[in-house]
């Protein structure tokens, strides 16, 4: 469990768009701090995990606590949790059950509140859903082909076939922003592709079927600052690779696997993220929990070596987690009311899908 920078899908970063993207970020985040501004009211906010596997820290500490913080500030914000996107890349759809309702269950443990935010999921909203039809025609095979973090999730398949679905998902992400008009897509890097897509999509959808007039808005990205948090191997921290702390984990089941998870055999314990990644990661896990920084960690820990420092970080996370296991173990207890949040978002999530098809319909004149 380290943490490095966000990974880059591997021909970003010489594309001068993601410059562009990053800037943008940069002054949104602004927009967004700024309690003065007006600007704010124009804002919503669309964000969305694939239900393949539990929530983690990763998730925790990257995404949720920010979007209950856009949430508090007002912002208003639909949170979806992307069932169709679970096939793009494996043959089943897996615990799908479990994994939407832990979903929904981290939501509300970490804050996010059904009666401000929309919570709801792919295959409940249909119109959301019709949308791609329209937008697979504004986009050719070879942008599709090209798309960094499609080949990237391609080359981790380990020579499965490219299915329709895996290549066209972009789009089905745009549908996802746009049906809802968000301008704010809180995502990691990695999704970054997808929101320049988005906007390459309303621009054209805008010109070629609705005469110029501005039916699609053109999001911006909103990049995490936090850094990534490793797993307990040193890789990527993943849903579906099992080498997380889950947020559903009890305290002991998290210092059984932090004590477990690799790091190195220097006892003094630095902050070198190049070239100690794993203790580094670590370091940063504690330091993002305690809202200290990674060197006051390392100091503290000092020459106490990989069990001390693992003995930090159990600490760090188990009582940054406290209140959220606390509020998920007693909302687990009542699935009904789980439920009932969720079909809520998904009727309100429908509406809005409604809405925005019988505009499309209507400029696109196909209203019989
Ligand atoms: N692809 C996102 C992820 O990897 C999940 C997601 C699906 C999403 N639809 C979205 C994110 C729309 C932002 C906007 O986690």
């Given at each position: 469990m380290t943490?490095?920078?966000?990974?880059?899908?591997?021909?970003?970063?010489?594309?001068?768009?993601?410059?562009?993207?990053?800037?943008?970020?940069?002054?949104?985040?602004?927009?967004?701090?700024?309690?003065?501004?007006?600007?704010?009211?124009?804002?919503?906010?669309?964000?969305?995990?694939?239900?393949?596997?539990?929530?983690h820290?990763g998730?925790?500490?990257?995404?949720?606590?920010?979007?209950?913080?856009?949430?508090?500030?007002?912002?208003?914000?639909?949170?979806?949790?992307?069932?169709?996107?679970?096939?793009?890349?494996?043959?089943?759809?897996?615990?799908?059950?479990?994994?939407?309702?832990?979903?929904?269950?981290?939501?509300?443990?970490?804050?996010?509140?059904?009666?401000?935010?929309?919570?709801?999921?792919?295959?409940?909203?249909?119109?959301?859903?019709?949308?791609?039809?329209?937008?697979?025609?504004?986009?050719?095979?070879?942008?599709?082909?090209?798309?960094?973090?499609?080949?990237?999730?391609?080359?981790?398949?380990?020579?499965?076939?490219?299915?329709?679905?895996?290549?066209?998902?972009?789009?089905?992400?745009?549908?996802?922003?746009?049906?809802?008009?968000?301008?704010?897509?809180?995502?990691?890097?990695?999704?970054?592709?997808?929101?320049?897509?988005?906007?390459?999509?309303?621009?054209?959808?805008?010109?070629?079927?609705?005469?110029?007039?501005?039916?699609?808005?053109?999001?911006?990205?909103?990049?995490?600052?936090?850094?990534?948090v490793l797993g307990l191997d040193g890789q990527k921290m993943s849903?579906?690779r099992g080498n997380s702390?889950?947020?559903?984990?009890?305290?002991?089941?998290?210092?059984?696997?932090?004590?477990?998870a690799r790091?190195?055999?220097?006892?003094?314990?630095?902050?070198?993220?190049?070239?100690?990644?794993?203790?580094?990661s670590?370091?940063?896990?504690?330091?993002?929990?305690?809202?200290?920084?990674?060197?006051?960690?390392?100091?503290?820990?000092?020459?106490?070596?990989?069990?001390?420092?693992?003995?930090?970080?159990?600490?760090?996370?188990?009582?940054?987690?406290?209140?959220?296991?606390?509020?998920?173990?007693?909302?687990?207890?009542?699935?009904?009311?789980?439920?009932?949040?969720?079909?809520?978002?998904?009727?309100?999530?429908?509406?809005?899908?409604?809405?925005?098809?019988?505009?499309?319909?209507?400029?696109?004149?196909?209203?019989?």
């Open positions: 943490v490095l920078p966000t990974s880059t899908p591997s021909d970003m970063s010489t594309d001068p768009s993601f410059d562009a993207a990053a800037s943008r970020s940069v002054l949104l985040h602004e927009l967004i701090d700024d309690p003065e501004s007006s600007g704010r009211v124009k804002l919503r906010v669309l964000t969305g995990d694939r239900p393949t596997g539990p929530l820290i998730h925790y500490l990257a995404s949720l606590r920010s979007r209950v913080e856009l949430q508090d500030k007002g912002i208003e914000s639909l949170v979806l949790v992307a069932d169709y996107q679970v096939i793009t890349d494996r043959d089943s759809v897996g615990a799908i059950q479990d994994n939407v309702m832990g979903c929904v269950l981290d939501y509300l443990a970490a804050g996010i509140d059904p009666e401000q935010s929309t919570i709801f999921t792919h295959s409940a909203v249909p119109a959301l859903n019709q949308l791609l039809l329209p937008f697979l025609s504004l986009v050719t095979d070879s942008e599709l082909r090209r798309n960094p973090t499609v080949k990237d999730e391609l080359a981790a398949t380990d020579g499965r076939p490219l299915s329709g679905l895996l290549l066209t998902y972009p789009v089905h992400q745009a549908a996802d922003i746009l049906f809802c008009h968000a301008n704010v897509v809180p995502i990691g890097r990695d999704n970054l592709p997808h929101v320049e897509q988005t906007r390459l999509i309303a621009r054209r959808f805008n010109r070629r079927y609705a005469g110029g007039q501005e039916v699609f808005r053109e999001p911006d990205a909103l990049l995490s600052d936090a850094p990534l849903k579906s702390v889950t947020l559903a984990a009890t305290a002991d089941e998290t210092a059984a696997l932090i004590r477990k790091t190195d055999s220097e006892r003094r314990i630095t902050f070198e993220p190049g070239r100690r990644p794993e203790v580094s670590m370091l940063t896990t504690a330091a993002l929990f305690r809202g200290e920084s990674p060197q006051q960690i390392a100091e503290q820990v000092g020459d106490g070596g990989a069990a001390q420092l693992k003995k930090v970080v159990i600490e760090a996370v188990n009582e940054g987690l406290a209140g959220h296991r606390r509020r998920r173990a007693e909302l687990a207890a009542d699935q009904a009311y789980l439920r009932d949040v969720l079909r809520a978002g998904n009727a309100r999530a429908d509406e809005i899908a409604e809405a925005t098809l019988a505009t499309v319909r209507q400029v696109m004149q196909m209203t019989y």
